[in-house]
């Protein structure tokens, strides 16, 4: 584990109420039910004048939510940098993981093999791991998709689809998400005619 020594201090739950969105904090570091002794470097999602006695939620730089009491004994706090306070073991970042989703024409396995090979060249071997590999045949056409107001939705404005991506392959669907109270619809993909009378 990659982890550095930090000087911090723990805040009440009216130290964290003055807090805004930019302030670097540190809480608990758990991973998927694993709990791990250090801390990680968070982000409040809302500032915390808006704590309204639930309780108050960070956002670690790894992506996890975490719901904290400050005032509550019995869990890690919410905590600060502070050259006053006392050193705590901080949790870093090792990488960026992506996930990708490759197109590979006429693939087979040894052109998946060569991109593989060619990541773990550029970034070093050891690095590059494949954490999950699906392949999927991709068909030979292109979808038109659209979004548009989900049913029941009120106080939609007057337009009522917004085109949002164009000339994709229908497996690419699997990998995005409609924007809250939208839905997709796919069409088949029709070229555009242009019926303007020509002289």
């Not at 869990?75 to 006392?86: C, H, L, P, S, T």
């Amino acid at each position: 584990m990659n982890t550095e020594k930090v000087t911090a201090r723990r805040l009440t739950s009216e130290e964290v109420s003055e807090l805004g969105l930019q302030e670097e904090i540190f809480v608990s570091a758990e991973l998927d039910d694993l709990s791990l002794d250090c801390f990680a470097p968070a982000h409040l999602t809302k500032p915390g004048k808006y704590f309204d006695g639930g309780s108050f939620i960070a956002r670690t730089i790894f992506g996890k939510e975490i719901h904290i009491l400050p005032n509550n004994a019995e869990e890690r706090g919410i905590w600060v940098a502070d050259e006053a306070g006392e050193e705590i073991e901080v949790l870093q970042s090792a990488g960026v993981l992506l996930n990708l989703a490759l197109f590979v024409p006429n693939g087979n396995k040894e052109s998946l093999e060569s991109l593989y090979t060619a990541a773990r060249e550029a970034f070093g071997a050891g690095i590059v791991q494949r954490w999950n590999e699906e392949v999927v045949a991709v068909p030979d056409i292109k979808v038109d998709l659209f979004e548009e107001p989900a049913r029941g939705r009120k106080n939609t404005s007057g337009q009522n689809r917004d085109r949002r991506a164009l000339d994709i392959y229908p497996t690419r669907v699997r990998f995005m998400e409609p924007s809250t109270g939208w839905k997709f619809i796919v069409e088949p993909h029709h070229e555009p005619v242009d019926d303007t009378p020509t002289i």
